[in-house]
C-alpha cells in the first residue's frame, strides 16, 4: 500500500482513466493491454484513496456504487442506474469535497450504464441470453 496519498486530481483521474480501459476491454475483448493497464490504473487509484483520512468512506460509497452497476447488468432497470449515478456522485463529493466533481461520478454510472445496455442488446440479438 502507499504510504502517501497521491493528490487528488491525480487520484480521481487515474481512476476515471482506469475504468475507461477496463470498459474499452469489456466492450473489446482480446485488448489485453487496456484492461491490465486500467486495471493497474484503478487499483492504485484506489490504494491512494484508503490512504487518505476520509478514504474508507469512499470506498465504501464506491463500493455500494459498484454493486449497483452489476445489478444494473444483470437486469437492466434505470433505479439500478440512478442508484449507482448517485452512489458514484456522493464518493467522489466526499474524496474531493467539492460538489462539482459529482459530475465526474454521474458521467462514469452514464457511460457504463449505457455500455452495458449495448452489449446487453448484442447478447440478446445474438441469442446469447
Not at 500500500?1 to 482506469?18: A, H, K, R
Request: charged share 10%; with cysteine.
Amino acid at each position: 500500500m502507499l504510504s502517501f496519498p497521491l493528490t487528488i486530481p491525480i487520484t480521481l483521474s487515474l481512476f476515471l482513466l482506469g475504468a475507461t480501459l477496463i470498459a474499452v476491454e469489456l466492450n473489446r475483448p482480446g485488448l489485453i493491454v487496456a484492461g491490465a493497464v486500467g486495471l493497474l490504473m484503478t487499483l492504485l487509484s484506489l490504494a491512494s484513496i484508503v490512504s487518505m483520512p476520509q478514504g474508507r468512506v469512499v470506498l465504501d460509497w464506491y463500493l455500494i456504487a459498484f454493486g449497483l452497476m452489476l445489478q444494473d447488468f444483470r437486469r437492466s432497470r434505470l433505479l439500478w442506474a440512478l442508484s449507482a449515478a448517485f452512489c458514484w456522485a456522493i464518493g467522489f463529493w466526499r474524496l474531493t469535497g467539492h460538489p462539482l466533481y459529482s459530475l465526474a461520478g454521474i458521467a462514469l454510472a452514464t457511460g457504463t450504464a449505457i455500455l452495458a445496455r449495448i452489449a446487453r442488446r448484442a447478447r440478446l440479438n445474438k441469442g446469447l441470453d
